[in-house]
């Protein structure tokens, strides 16, 4: 099955098109026949390969262990939280905050970098529990 037949390939092309247009439903297959035209199938298979290449080249030079990537994982979603669910420009605007907080704070003191940017984080939902971008979702308030 190609990526286009897939439901991975339909999200794909809702998400660039336009939900309620009229006729979209009749007009599916022949956007779908475009995009499998364009190789869609090949591009992803080029870039999974591209990106596993890279991680096969720089497993020996970094080390790999079950737990990477946890610290990330962990400031990505402080991040998340602090600039609002479903807000880009809310996760922009927190992810240059969170790490302006964590470069001070590592140059302060750095024992407490880590405290310091969950302090943050508990500061901004206490002054905006939806985040600095957040949207007010009635049916959840």
């Given at each position: 099955?190609?990526?286009?037949?897939?439901?991975?390939g339909v999200s794909l092309v809702d998400s660039h098109c336009h939900l309620d247009?009229?006729?979209?439903?009749?007009?599916?297959?022949?956007?779908?026949?475009?995009?499998?035209?364009?190789?869609?199938?090949?591009?992803?298979?080029?870039?999974?390969?591209?990106?596993?290449?890279?991680?096969?080249?720089?497993?020996?030079?970094?080390?790999?262990?079950?737990?990477?990537?946890?610290?990330?994982?962990?400031?990505?979603?402080?991040?998340?939280?602090?600039?609002?669910?479903?807000?880009?420009?809310?996760?922009?605007?927190?992810?240059?905050?969170?790490?302006?907080?964590?470069?001070?704070?590592?140059?302060?003191?750095?024992?407490?970098?880590?405290?310091?940017?969950?302090?943050?984080?508990?500061?901004?939902?206490?002054?905006?529990?939806?985040?600095?971008?957040?949207?007010?979702?009635?049916?959840?308030?």
């Amino acid at each position: 099955m190609s990526l286009v037949d897939s439901p991975q390939g339909v999200s794909l092309v809702d998400s660039h098109c336009h939900l309620d247009s009229p006729g979209l439903v009749e007009r599916l297959p022949e956007v779908l026949a475009r995009a499998k035209a364009a190789g869609i199938d090949r591009m992803v298979t080029i870039a999974v390969g591209l990106a596993a290449l890279a991680g096969t080249m720089m497993a020996p030079v970094t080390g790999v262990q079950p737990a990477m990537g946890a610290e990330i994982l962990t400031f990505a979603f402080v991040v998340v939280v602090i600039g609002g669910l479903g807000s880009f420009w809310g996760v922009v605007l927190a992810a240059l905050i969170v790490g302006v907080v964590r470069g001070l704070t590592a140059y302060a003191y750095p024992p407490a970098t880590e405290a310091a940017v969950y302090a943050l984080m508990v500061l901004v939902l206490l002054l905006r529990p939806r985040g600095l971008f957040g949207e007010h979702i009635a049916r959840f308030e």
